[in-house]
């Protein structure tokens, strides 16, 4: 590129368009009040879970200090990680799932990033009206209602985050001591950074960067495509059925000319859209499947006097072939979904069955390397061990130990063992066998640690007894 005067000049790129405010106009509808129902259901839970006490404790505690993790009946140690393991096996499987099936319903119902935006879109329609006011006071000058309003929404998203922050603090700290900490100022250092970490990646997430996540930061938006096909239900523009669009006014509907179609290009889903895209330019990345379109068109064509539908949940092939409802739904049955099912319940199932025959109990076994093996009064040989026993019930249990796999070997009883719920404790152990009960050297033998209240309730572990040479 060169001047007038044929000297060259620099030109300047951009990568990346500059971002636009998108401010989604306010919709009612079906989609719109399912939305409000995962919003509603989803920040029940999250809020009031920690308040939730079971058998004295908090119902859902992660206690990583103490290295238990409560939840509701069970309690869980880092030894059962293989549950959570599984759970996240179990959560990925339902999402490749729920995408085969409807593309990305989660994304646009009960995404935490969807679910905390439509609490702060709310916030700001409250403060600063409709989608036009918004509009306008982007507008104008920095005035005093300006500064005023803008003002009160940040101080409302502020709160909103503080309280989601200190709630998810809760679910690693009980909530109740965590509040007294608050009201006395002596909140540790790592509870205040993580309140206002969380709180800031909400604020900033929901409040500022709002699309910018979906489109850029989600890694699901990306890979979506690779779980999509021609099968999947996902939201579409009819462009059969709309094009050639018509800008008709509207008691203009029956007048219209023959050849148009049913768009009147009235841009509202557009405005609607959360992410500012525009439907219909066909399935797009950005589109995170809120149907907040549907309702805005289905809306429209009433007033129009046109049937419903010209944006639906559909699927490629049912536009295409123009197939029903039911066929639809029938086709939706196909290989991948079937895998994805047989796959999900098997893990479930699996995973459900391992959690009810969960043994409370837990053993290990640790010989004494300081000695070997001596011999005691009478000539009998003697080793000592030391059992790490775990109770991972809630419920106290009155435990014996018994010994098995040489003839004559016994534990020299010291009576039962007292072991509190949710506790692990370390008892010291003699064994003795007969002279000339086992070989020299190394003899396999096996301890067995059983509940004196459930002689059902057991388990055992197998140890080394060393005979001296």
């Not at 839970?45 to 238990?68: C, E, H, I, T």
């Not at 059925?241 to 219209?256: H, S, T």
Request: aromatic letters at 10%.
């Amino acid at each position: 590129m060169t001047d007038p005067a044929g000297a060259p000049r620099e030109a300047i790129v951009r990568m990346y368009a500059a971002r636009e405010d998108i401010f989604p106009r306010e919709i009612k509808g079906r989609y719109a009040s399912l939305r409000w129902a995962c919003v509603w259901l989803t920040q029940i839970l999250f809020y009031g879970l920690p308040w939730l006490n079971m058998n004295g404790r908090q119902a859902v505690l992660f206690d990583l200090a103490s290295r238990k993790f409560y939840l509701f009946g069970m309690v869980f140690w880092p030894q059962d990680f293989i549950y959570l393991a599984a759970l996240l096996i179990v959560c990925a499987y339902g999402l490749f799932l729920v995408t085969a099936v409807a593309g990305r319903v989660w994304c646009g119902f009960a995404c935490p990033q969807t679910v905390y935006t439509e609490i702060f879109l709310w916030i700001e329609r409250k403060i600063e009206g409709s989608r036009s006011s918004q509009l306008r006071l982007a507008r104008q000058p920095w005035t005093a209602e300006k500064v005023g309003k803008r003002g009160a929404k940040h101080l409302a998203w502020g709160l909103v985050a503080l309280w989601t922050g200190f709630s998810f603090v809760g679910y690693f700290t009980p909530v109740r001591s965590l509040d007294g900490e608050i009201a006395a100022f002596g909140l540790g250092q790592w509870e205040t950074f993580w309140i206002l970490f969380y709180s800031f990646a909400t604020y900033g997430n929901a409040g500022w960067l709002r699309e910018q996540v979906c489109k850029y930061m989600c890694p699901y938006a990306r890979f979506q495509s690779a779980m999509f096909d021609k099968d999947t239900l996902i939201v579409t523009y009819d462009e059969a059925r709309g094009e050639p669009r018509n800008g008709r006014r509207k008691g203009e509907a029956k007048a219209g000319a023959a050849s148009s179609g049913d768009c009147i290009d009235c841009s509202l889903c557009v405005q609607v859209c959360p992410t500012g895209i525009d439907i219909r330019k066909g399935l797009q990345y950005e589109c995170i499947g809120c149907a907040a379109c549907v309702d805005a068109c289905n809306i429209v064509m009433d007033k129009v006097s046109k049937p419903r539908g010209l944006i639906r949940y559909a699927t490629e092939n049912g536009l295409m072939q123009k197939l029903g409802t039911l066929e639809i739904r029938r086709r939706m049955l196909r290989p991948r979904v079937l895998v994805y099912s047989v796959v999900l319940i098997m893990l479930v199932v699996a995973m459900g069955g391992s959690l009810a025959l969960r043994n409370p109990l837990k053993l290990d076994v640790i010989r004494d390397r300081g000695s070997m093996g001596r011999e005691v009064e009478d000539g009998r040989i003697e080793n000592v061990y030391r059992l790490q026993l775990m109770n991972t019930s809630e419920q106290a249990q009155l435990l014996r130990v018994s010994v098995s796999g040489i003839p004559s070997v016994t534990v020299v009883d010291e009576g039962p063992i007292a072991i509190d719920g949710a506790t692990t404790r370390a008892v010291p152990v003699r064994v003795r066998i007969d002279p000339g009960a086992g070989k020299p050297g190394s003899n396999r033998i096996e301890f067995t640690l059983r509940s004196v209240n459930d002689p059902d309730l057991n388990v055992s572990e197998g140890a080394a007894f060393i005979v001296p040479k």
